[in-house]
């Protein structure tokens, strides 16, 4: 998960930092108002402001374009549409007839092997309509490290499977050319991946790993048909031939405008039992500033946001209006998403100070977390946050703070004193990069006056929601020449249930620094590290967390990110609008199951 969170982390990301899960909604939260028979037919309106990062499986890692590949890409295995946090966290089976596992035998003694076999009903929208193949999923697995747009996330694949590491360091050598592209991934294999016939896929994996079920649920482990070999990964010609093996296929598209969705003639409703897909088609307005948006739902004019949640003052009456088509997310008391400051410890500026752990810790005790907290609409929505991780992902530990300041409010006086400790009795100036729609530049502003009281001269650096993460946080050169110290950014775990090696590898393994990364500040501990492959590779769930715990303990003993709120992100719907169940992946409502009242078809 901009303006949603850029999903890692499922990474991935969303409104960046207003947008969260958890919270069970007000009113019935259009969970219950799906009584009675759906209406088939109609079209969703959806409006936002920016495009998506990327059209391609491969590297699609922001929160709205996986609410919208939803609706046109399946996977082996998927979460189901769900009301029950837990059950919504469960994995049930997508492209696969079954979930492997040790009992029904999909997983092997030795945790080391997986086997899946797909649906024969499962069709990719082709001319004619083309059976999706284990071919097709060998080859969506290979492109995840293309060398012209891979996957943000390529620890989950590299540290897992076997050979992957070796095939994608050499595929990262090839020239961007399509025709170069191709002929790499039809001549080289994987060795811990194998399509033994058109309908078995079979993986086989360094180690045993107890989330590799939830790595091949996200988006970018999506088979892709071998038309896609024809194109240089998600380029402009890539992006106007997409093919869909789910619901819907996308058949306008104009960057940064516009994208038309209708029913996909080759979907099958019996090989997919979790998409609904009740509308016929999805429109998607896209440079729509979040004022309008919030009005034109109100007004009945659009049905959903695609990026923005409802403004501060809107989302105050809603809340105490009890509003029924405000959602908060999921029943129970579930934060899933995070705003941080990512401190970048490879920047020149000040004499590179950042590297300096008392200043960073300085950082630390200088914010006010509390006042941030209503910037994003009170404690119903949002609360301080004092870990690396959010209280709904692994390696939480209820309790733990390591640098408390009375009501979560920041201790000037302790920054400072810690500053003059790090040689800095002047302070230092930081460059503060911030989004510059809805509710962001609010929360730098905050940021900034309360650090400024801890010592710190700080510059707000703005960036549009596109150019946030793509052009700043995820670019290296960037983070080494200083053009950025902090970022006012979010994060939501990509998966939910066993999830700390996307909570927290993701965002601080430095082994995969690099273009496209999610460690934006180039944190690379040896010790960090040998936690998070201790917890990758354990036998179980509980065996895990263990390792997690202490993982994200030491990232906030070194002082690398700040920890500032973590939130239920609130979404709004028209009142025509029905079931709108919330898909925590896509932080919103999943667009293949809601319907809209009196539609026809």
């Known amino acids: 998960m901009t303006g949603w969170f850029h999903m890692r982390g499922v990474a991935a990301a969303v409104i960046a930092a207003a947008l969260s899960s958890g919270c069970g ?58 009301t029950n946090f837990d059950r919504q966290a469960r994995l049930v089976p997508d492209l696969a007839t079954v979930v492997p596992t040790l009992a029904n035998g999909g997983i092997s003694p030795d945790g080391r092997t997986y086997t899946f076999h797909l649906r024969s009903a499962a069709k990719w929208n082709t001319t004619p309509p083309r059976q999706v193949t284990a071919a097709d999923e060998v080859r969506g697995i290979k492109l995840l490290c293309n060398p012209v747009s891979p996957t943000g996330a390529p620890g989950y694949y590299e540290s897992t499977i076997v050979g992957m590491d070796a095939f994608c360091h050499a595929f990262a050598k090839v020239n961007g050319l399509a025709p170069d592209i191709k002929a790499f991934v039809n001549s080289h294999e994987i060795p811990g991946l194998a399509a033994p016939n058109d309908s078995t896929v079979v993986f086989s994996l360094l180690a045993p790993a107890s989330d590799f079920l939830n790595i091949l649920a996200l988006p970018f482990a999506s088979p892709m048909p071998v038309e896609y070999l024809d194109y240089v990964p998600d380029g402009p010609e890539a992006r106007t031939h997409t093919i869909s093996d789910g619901p819907y296929q996308i058949t306008h598209y104009v960057p940064n405008r516009e994208i038309e969705l209708h029913r996909s003639p080759a979907w099958d409703s019996s090989a997919d039992p979790f998409r609904k897909a009740y509308v016929d088609s999805i429109e998607i307005i896209e440079g729509v500033g979040v004022e309008s948006v919030q009005q034109q739902i109100q007004a009945g004019t ?32 579930h934060f899933v998403a995070s705003l941080y400051l990512p401190i970048n410890l490879i920047s020149p500026n000040a004499g590179g100070a950042l590297r300096n752990l008392k200043v960073r810790q300085a950082l630390e005790y200088a914010v006010d977390k509390t006042a941030l907290t209503q910037v994003y609409g009170g404690p119903q929505v949002a609360q301080p946050m004092n870990q690396a991780v959010v209280s709904a992902a692994g390696g939480f530990a209820p309790g733990y703070d390591p640098y408390p ?34 509710m962001e530049p609010q929360a730098a502003q905050t940021v900034q006056a309360s650090l400024q009281r801890g010592g710190f001269t700080v510059q707000l650096v703005p960036a549009t929601g596109s150019d946030f993460f793509a052009k700043y946080l995820q670019n290296p050169d960037n983070a080494k020449r200083g ?90 719907h028209s009142s025509r609008l029905r079931n709108c169940i919330y898909w925590m992946p896509g932080l919103n409502c999943d667009i293949t199951q809601v319907w809209i009242q009196g539609a026809r078809r």
């Open 25 to 82: 909604g007000t009113g019935d939260g259009g969970q219950t108002a799906s009584a009675g028979v759906p209406a088939r037919g109609g079209t969703l309106k959806i409006i936002g402001n920016a495009d998506v990062d990327h059209l391609s499986t491969s590297s699609a890692y922001y929160t709205p374009t996986n609410s919208l590949l939803r609706g046109m890409a399946r996977q082996l295995v998927t979460y189901p549409p769900d």
């Open 302 to 333: 659009a049905d959903m946001s695609w990026d923005q949640v409802p403004p501060t003052a809107d989302l105050a009456t809603l809340l105490a209006a009890n509003d029924p088509d405000l959602v908060l997310g999921l029943a129970g008391d």
């Open 405 to 438: 300041t009375p009501g979560s409010r920041g201790d000037s006086a302790k920054a400072r004193a810690l500053l003059t400790e790090a040689g800095y009795p002047n302070g230092i100036t930081v460059k503060l990069l911030y989004r510059t729609y809805g």
């Open 483 to 572: 053009v950025w110290d902090l970022a006012v950014s979010a994060w939501i775990p990509d998966w939910f249930g066993n999830n700390g090696r996307t909570a927290i590898e993701v965002p601080f393994d430095g082994r995969t620094f690099g273009p496209n990364t999610t460690d934006y500040g180039d944190y690379n501990s040896a010790a960090a590290n040998a936690l998070m492959d201790q917890a990758i590779h354990s036998l179980t769930e509980a065996q895990a967390d263990t390792f997690w715990v202490r993982a994200a303990a030491r990232v906030m003993e070194d002082a690398v990110i700040v920890p500032l709120i973590q939130q239920n992100v609130p979404i709004y």
